[in-house]
């Protein structure tokens, strides 16, 4: 009888022990599935991005650049010093690299507006920009260019037909009134008279409208920092 009580303490203690190691074997398989990374199968990987590399490039003198004006200026209507706004309409190509974009800003200024006068002096109207702003940048960077002029048509033969012409009627009106005489009379005082109306009318002005195309000139290189 003995012997049959100690045998079913054995086996109790028996079962509790491989409870327990059972238990201790769970909770370390849970503790170290807990510690593996998760899967990613069938997920994107994520790859870090390349980070873009700043450089310089320097554009040399003379180098011809194509701009299209957005300020309309003129010879009667703009003013010394007026600032003048201007895109890129071709793109700076370097080494097969686009340093400076198509769009890309232009500023400068009038550097002189001088309208037709009555008697003599032709208008005319002169740009010079002294700044580029890449496209995609706010960074601002000084230019030295060849300053852009245009100047008004000479109206010389035009003032020369104003007075001839009517010179020509008074002589003809003169001579029907009374011979020779009344020619040189006549004529002086239609020669007279076209040259009131040259001298009340001014010559041709200088128009530039918005989107006139204009080529400047580099006269100094200038260094732009391109990403890429």
Do not use: W
Request: hydrophobic residues 40%; positive net charge.
């Amino acid at each position: 009888m003995r012997l049959t009580a100690f045998g079913v303490l054995a086996v109790t203690l028996s079962t509790v022990t491989c409870s327990r190691a059972d238990t201790a074997v769970a909770a370390n398989g849970a503790d170290q599935s807990a510690k593996k990374p998760t899967s990613t199968t069938g997920a994107a990987a994520v790859t870090p991005s390349t980070p873009l590399v700043t450089r310089e490039v320097t554009i040399p003198v003379g180098t011809r650049l194509s701009i299209v004006l957005e300020t309309a200026v003129s010879s009667n209507g703009s003013r010394i010093e007026q600032p003048v706004a201007a895109r890129v309409a071709r793109p700076i190509v370097i080494g097969g690299a686009t340093v400076v974009a198509e769009g890309s800003r232009v500023g400068g200024v009038v550097t002189d507006a001088k309208q037709s006068g009555r008697v003599k002096g032709r208008a005319h109207v002169a740009l010079r920009f002294d700044s580029l702003t890449p496209s995609g940048s706010d960074e601002r960077y000084p230019i030295h260019t060849s300053s852009v002029g245009r100047t008004a048509e000479s109206t010389k033969r035009k003032d020369a037909l104003e007075i001839g012409a009517p010179a020509a009627g008074g002589a003809l009106v003169g001579a029907l009134i009374g011979g020779k005489k009344g020619a040189l009379v006549g004529g002086a005082v239609g020669g007279g008279a076209g040259t009131a109306v040259v001298l009340s009318t001014r010559g041709k002005e200088v128009k530039l409208p918005q989107g006139t195309p204009l080529t400047l000139r580099l006269t100094a290189p200038v260094t732009i920092r391109t990403r890429g």
